[in-house]
């Protein structure tokens, strides 16, 4: 599978000047939009010190964009927002040189659950990081305990860059577990409907049996059941519910209100119609 991004267009010389053009053209050419500092002063055959300052001249000039210290993304020319279309590398590289993936709404984007614009992008790590704002993109950093880091995939997503992303079964569960990290509870629901013909059902009840939320768990069941689909899990998700006699809200956003569901442990604080009908909108 490739989640495809788009390419920055070729400078020319009479825009940057024939050094610039050159030098931007060469990363261009062999498809990398983000760049660091060492690899600039190989191509621009210089040492580190005058190599910076060449490239905070063309970030002043807005031709680069400086995502952290010895990090550039190459813009369009007055295109800012052409890290819109980067936004899984930059948020690889704003992880570096920690262990990470792509997640939640991110994940389930890249994924092909939702097509919804993202303006908030989720990254899993097992160290804490603070958020950071790359222009109008905010970046958030999920932490997890190494014992729950697991269920991710190198995803290319162009002929020369891959990232790691959460794969289709533990972005699901992860969509169950925060539903307000991912569009609500309605958007997972149309997210697991669109996908569930690609879902390994072998290795989603192995997640299952580990996952590290059974609120989660129990919202699968009751959403399957739902949308009458993976009926032949049913029995399996109810047995690794069975001991877990709390009720929990199946949106976790919305008011405490709605009758109890006993079979899933569940109050139903939306209207499960209202839920079904989501999927085809």
């Known amino acids: ?61 807005g031709v680069l964009a400086r995502i952290k ?6 813009l369009q020319m007055g295109q800012e927002n052409v890290q819109l279309s980067n936004w899984p590398v930059i948020a690889r590289e704003l992880a570096k040189p920690h262990a990470y993936f792509i997640s939640h709404f991110s994940a389930m984007r890249m994924h092909g659950m939702s097509t919804h614009p993202l303006l908030d992008i989720y990254i899993t790590l097992t160290n804490r990081q603070r958020n950071r704002k790359f222009y109008n993109i905010q970046y958030h950093f999920i932490y997890a305990k190494p014992k729950h880091f697991w269920g991710a995939i190198d995803l290319w997503i162009s002929k020369h860059e891959k990232v790691m992303v959460s794969d289709l079964e533990r972005t699901i569960l992860d969509g169950l577990e925060r539903p307000d990290l991912c569009g609500g509870i309605k958007e997972v629901t149309k997210g697991i409907w669109t996908k569930i013909n690609e879902v390994n059902w072998d290795k989603l009840r192995h997640y299952i049996k580990k996952y590290k939320t059974i609120a989660a768990i ?7 059941e739902l949308l009458n689909i993976g009926s032949e899990h049913i029995n399996f998700i109810q047995k690794i519910i069975a001991s877990a006699n709390g009720y929990i809200l199946l949106d976790p956003s919305e008011p405490k209100t709605g009758k109890y569901l006993k079979r899933w442990r569940i109050r139903l604080n939306i209207n499960p119609q209202e839920l079904k009908a989501s999927v085809w909108e």
């Not at 210290?69 to 190459?74: A, F, Q, R, V």
């Not at 129990?218 to 399957?224: A, D, E, Q």
Request: aromatic share 12%; no cysteine.
């Open 218 to 224: 129990k919202r699968l069941g009751y959403i399957l």
């Open 69 to 74: 210290s010895g990090s550039y993304l190459i």
């Open 1 to 61: 599978m490739t989640y495809n991004i788009n390419m920055t267009i070729k400078f020319e010389t009479r825009t940057l000047g024939p050094i610039a053009a050159k030098f931007i053209n060469e990363f261009l050419q062999e498809g990398k939009s983000i760049f660091s500092l060492e690899e600039a002063a190989i191509v621009y055959k210089q040492n580190k010190s005058k190599t910076s300052s060449f490239l905070k001249n063309l970030v002043n000039r």
